[in-house]
């Protein structure tokens, strides 16, 4: 029989399951003790989003699948705002240069409409990117609607016609080359950085290569724009595709967090696994800021 050390102070949302859990401690093997642990987290993220949905008023809000590439284009200026001028993460403001220039921004959105428009498809037909976008009803005009928030999902897998395999050349895949023509350096940093965010991304992809379905929903973006923050938007974001997920095949859903997000990623079921990304990079840039992230995903938590 496996046995851990006696728990003396638990947790405050645990103290009412202390003498269950002594119990098991004594009785059961620890991947039981685990299980009810894990449980118990469940519960009370489930509990936290009924009172938070209970005391959220109704403002119009809708999440759909971005299908032009105008939307793209509008959605990329919530994720300028977000990612670049309040939150200022370095990963992503290197590769957007410009991104506070009229041209830098119309480049990075060209980008990302490039991305949109290579989607493939998984074998039952469905794309394995998913773009989204969230709206609001407009102030101005009645007839229609601005886009506050963005979100991508990937269907990924290592095995052929299950998703987008894992990246393995990333100067290509990110198109280094053209965004830093003249720039080695930065092109070695950037690889080395998103490797180091994706290191364990990767990792659970191979190791699902096995399970079945042989694949993960990861969720690669969610930005809301900081004027229309704390309004329930990127949780919805977040619910979409953890819904998505279930309708392909109970996938887990899979996240680097960043400090901003994991708050809402844990109230939806995500937990972390392991502590803070370390960003692997040679001594030159080890002065540059990079921002904490921190991998989570919805099946096999780590307690």
């Not at 009370?44 to 209970?54: G, N, V, Y």
């Not at 923050?229 to 977040?238: S, Y």
Request: charge should be negative.
């Amino acid at each position: 029989m496996s046995t851990i050390e006696p728990i003396n102070d638990l947790p405050t949302p645990l103290e009412p399951w202390r003498g269950i859990i002594l119990f098991f401690l004594h009785t059961y093997p620890t991947s039981n003790i685990v299980w009810l642990l894990r449980t118990r987290r469940q519960e009370q993220s489930k509990l936290e989003m009924m009172a938070s949905q209970r005391q959220r008023p109704d403002i119009g809000l809708r999440v759909n699948i971005i299908h032009q590439p105008e939307d793209i284009i509008q959605a990329f200026d919530c994720v300028c705002e977000a990612f670049g001028r309040q939150v200022q993460d370095g990963i992503w403001t290197a590769m957007n240069p410009g991104w506070d220039t009229p041209q830098g921004r119309a480049y990075g959105a060209e980008r990302m409409v490039a991305r949109w428009r290579h989607k493939t498809n998984n074998k039952d037909g469905l794309p394995n990117t998913i773009f989204l976008k969230a709206t609001l009803p407009c102030p101005q005009f009645e007839d229609r609607r601005i886009i506050v928030g963005f979100g991508i999902w990937v269907q990924a897998s290592s095995v052929e016609g299950h998703g987008d395999p894992p990246t393995e050349d990333l100067t290509n895949s990110m198109d280094l080359d053209a965004l830093y023509p003249d720039d080695e350096p930065e092109r070695r940093y950037l690889c080395q950085v998103v490797s180091s965010l994706h290191r364990r991304r990767t990792e659970v992809i191979k190791q699902k290569a096995t399970a079945m379905p042989p694949a993960v929903m990861i969720l690669d973006m969610c930005a809301v724009d900081p004027a229309h923050q704390r309004k329930g938007i990127a949780r919805e974001l977040v619910r979409w595709g953890i819904d998505e997920a279930q309708r392909r095949g109970n996938l887990e859903a899979i996240t680097e967090a960043s400090s901003m997000g994991r708050h809402v990623y844990g109230q939806m079921g995500f937990q972390a696994d392991g502590s803070e990304i370390e960003y692997v990079v040679d001594d030159e840039f080890a002065s540059r800021p990079k921002p904490p992230n921190l991998f989570m995903r919805t099946h096999e938590n780590v307690v």
